[in-house]
Each structure stands twice: as structure tokens, then as C-alpha cells.
T-cell receptor
Framework: DTGVSQNPRHKITKRGQNVTFRCDPISEHNRLYWYRQTLGQGPEFLTYFQNEAQLEKSRLLSDRFSAERPKGSFSTLEIQRTEQGDSAMYLC???????????FGSGTRLTVV | TQLLEQSPQFLSIQEGENLTVYCNSSSVFSSLQWYRQEPGEGPVLLVTVVTGGEVKKLKRLTFQFGDARKDSSLHITAAQPGDTGLYLCAGTGGTSYGKLTFGQGTILTVHP
């Protein structure tokens, strides 16, 4: 068990480019979450998977954001046509289905220039 | 929409002092959690409280869940520089499929 792994750790991209982040959850954790966090603020919920099914997506999330978890294991988060306002830390968490089971990755820091 | 308000937003104290961080909501949560986060890392779970009025202690940290399950507090006794970090409360509601709703966080700095 190596914890939740996120790649890359840092990404700098030009405005208008597409970016994709990957999250590898703890093995056999059937729940996977994506959050976005700006400096000094709490994480904001983006979307949630149970196995391969995307069960909830934040209403604040624009159509430029899409997430997948094709085989119920790793997940990807893609942002199309990035904007400067997308600059943030993107966090992934997984959970085996209990209240105390949330484990977060170290995040991907996105900077849009 | 369930919201959590944390206060204070910033706290700067000297080593050895005590402090309390508050987390309040108008909504009822089925459980409430406290996390600590260091720069460049993800949040790390400290405690989960479930029952109204529940008190949990973790060394110098004391966590309390309000009787109505709408608020919580974190009290640190004799703070140390190693306690420095971002403290986050997060709640789960019955209809939210397990997603966490976070407060905006309290940035704690403990000076030696």
C-alpha cells in the first residue's frame, strides 16, 4: 500500500492548452474523489466515482472539465482550453467505504500562464 | 448546499499557548472530520466525530462535536512549532454519497 499517487506533481501550461492529471488510488478503494484547492483555502469538491461510475459532479464545474475512471482503478482529470483561473492544486482522495478511510494524495499543482 | 464556516482564518501564537478553532454550519452533518495539511501536501485526517456531544482527545488536541451536529471545535493545549499548518474541518451529509464539504481552513503559526 503506497498511498494515493498523483502525477504529475507540478504542471505549468499556457492558457488555452489542454492538461490531464492522473490519480492512482489505494488498491481496492472503490471510491475516488477529485477536489480543487486554491492557496490558503479549503478543498472544493469537483467529482466523485464509485468504482467506474461517476456518481456526482459539482454544479460549479464547467464543461471544460472531464473526469474518467474507466476500469474502476486509476482516474484521469482533463481540463480543456485552460484559463488562468484554473490555476490551483488538484487533489485526489480515495476511500474504501468508511468514514475514517479518506486518504488524500499530494496533489498536482497547476499553473496556467 | 451545506456550508462550513471556520474561524479564525489566521492564528499566530507563541509556543506554549492554548488555542481553539471553530467550525460552524446551519446544516446537520452525519459526521465531521478534522484534517491538518502542510504546504505542498494533501490533507491528513486527524479525527472523525459522529455522535452529538462527542469529545475525542488526541494527545494535546481535543475535538468536540456539537449536540445538534452542526458545529465542532478543535482545542490545542500548549501549542508547539510542529503544530504549524492549515487545519481543515470537513463534514459528510447523508445524501452526499460520502463526499466531504470543507471549511475554508485556519492557518496556524506557532512561533518558538
Amino acid at each position: 500500500d503506497t498511498g494515493v499517487s498523483q502525477n504529475p506533481r507540478h504542471k505549468i501550461t499556457k492558457r488555452g492548452q489542454n492538461v490531464t492529471f492522473r490519480c492512482d488510488p489505494i488498491s481496492e478503494h472503490n471510491r475516488l474523489y477529485w477536489y480543487r484547492q486554491t492557496l490558503g483555502q479549503g478543498p472544493e469538491f469537483l467529482t466523485y466515482f464509485q468504482n467506474e461510475a461517476q456518481l456526482e459532479k459539482s454544479r460549479l464545474l464547467s464543461d471544460r472539465f472531464s473526469a474518467e475512471r474507466p476500469k474502476g482503478s486509476f482516474s484521469t482529470l482533463e481540463i480543456q482550453r485552460t484559463e488562468q483561473g484554473d490555476s490551483a492544486m488538484y487533489l485526489c482522495a480515495s476511500n474504501p467505504g468508511n468514514r475514517d478511510g479518506y486518504t488524500f494524495g499530494s496533489g498536482t499543482r497547476l499553473t496556467v500562464v | 448546499t451545506q456550508l462550513l464556516e471556520q474561524s479564525p482564518q489566521f492564528l499566530s501564537i507563541q509556543e506554549g499557548e492554548n488555542l481553539t478553532v471553530y467550525c460552524n454550519s446551519s446544516s446537520v452533518f452525519s459526521s465531521l472530520q478534522w484534517y491538518r495539511q502542510e504546504p505542498g501536501e494533501g490533507p491528513v485526517l486527524l479525527v472523525t466525530v459522529v455522535t452529538g456531544g462527542e469529545v475525542k482527545k488526541l494527545k494535546r488536541l481535543t475535538f468536540q462535536f456539537g449536540d445538534a451536529r452542526k458545529d465542532s471545535s478543535l482545542h490545542i493545549t500548549a501549542a508547539q512549532p510542529g503544530d504549524t499548518g492549515l487545519y481543515l474541518c470537513a463534514g459528510t451529509g447523508g445524501t452526499s454519497y460520502g463526499k466531504l464539504t470543507f471549511g475554508q481552513g485556519t492557518i496556524l503559526t506557532v512561533h518558538p
